[in-house]
């Protein structure tokens, strides 16, 4: 099972909400990963974590906080979203810091 | 810093005809060099990993080869349903990968 899963599918959220993102992965893996990406761009790098412990924040606003409560499990807790903000959050998984398994991803709208 | 470019940016094709992807990075050592496909609205979907120059994989009318500068993402008699963007991928420090920006493909019945 190569399987990496994402709730919810779609969120709609006001720049006053607290929401949160989920990831999981029953694989095993040892590093999980989020990705913002906006349209007609690649992904770009937000949080890698390794062993459950948070190892690059690639300089993100503190509106997005990254947490990993088991080995299976990531989320990431949003508060005072901005429009721009607005994009497909992925989440994905790797055995070996190398090939990335990606989830379908939360396409996000800020209103 | 790791830089990735691929070209062209976009690729459309007549079913059957054949073509090529290009990939080109510039990195300080390389650990491996990714290749993923994306359809819209969905996640990437992991293709190869090529770790050396000469090495080449293949899967179905994908085959993807690499060099010291680049690497090629050839797709052999291509159908509609190789319709999607082609994401190329390179590792250079430990646990971070950078993306190129794609080449999407798309393929004319």
């Known amino acids: 099972d190569t399987e990496v899963t994402q709730t919810p599918k779609h969120l709609v959220m006001g720049m006053t909400n607290k929401k949160s993102l989920k990831c999981e992965q029953h694989?095993?893996?040892?590093?999980m990963y989020w990705y913002k990406q906006k349209a007609k761009k690649p992904p770009e790098l937000m949080f890698v974590?390794?062993?459950?412990?948070?190892?690059i924040n690639e300089s993100v606003p503190s509106r997005f906080s990254p947490e990993c409560p088991n080995s299976s499990l990531l989320n990431l807790h949003l508060h005072a979203l901005q429009p721009e903000d607005s994009a497909l959050y992925l989440c994905?998984?790797?055995?070996?810091?190398?090939?990335?398994?990606f989830g379908p991803g939360t396409r996000l709208l800020v209103l | 810093e790791d830089q990735v470019t691929q070209s062209p940016e976009a690729l459309r094709l007549q079913e059957g005809e054949s073509s090529s992807l290009n990939c080109s990075y510039t990195?300080?050592?390389?650990?491996?060099l990714f290749w993923y496909r994306q359809d819209p609205g969905k996640g990437p979907e992991f293709l190869f990993t090529?770790?050396?120059a000469g090495e080449e994989k293949e899967k179905e009318r994908l085959k993807a080869t690499l060099t010291k500068k680049e690497s090629f993402l050839h797709i052999t008699a291509p159908k509609p349903e190789d319709s999607a963007t082609y994401l190329c991928?390179?590792?250079?420090?430990?646990?971070?990968?950078?993306f190129g920006t794609g080449t999407k493909l798309q393929v004319i019945p």
């Open positions: 991928a390179v590792r250079a420090s430990y646990q971070k990968v950078t």
């Open positions: 974590y390794s062993y459950e412990k948070l190892s």
């Open positions: 694989m095993g893996h040892r590093a």
């Open positions: 990195v300080s050592g390389l650990r491996g």
């Open positions: 994905a998984s790797s055995p070996d810091f190398e090939t990335q398994y």
């Open positions: 090529l770790y050396s």
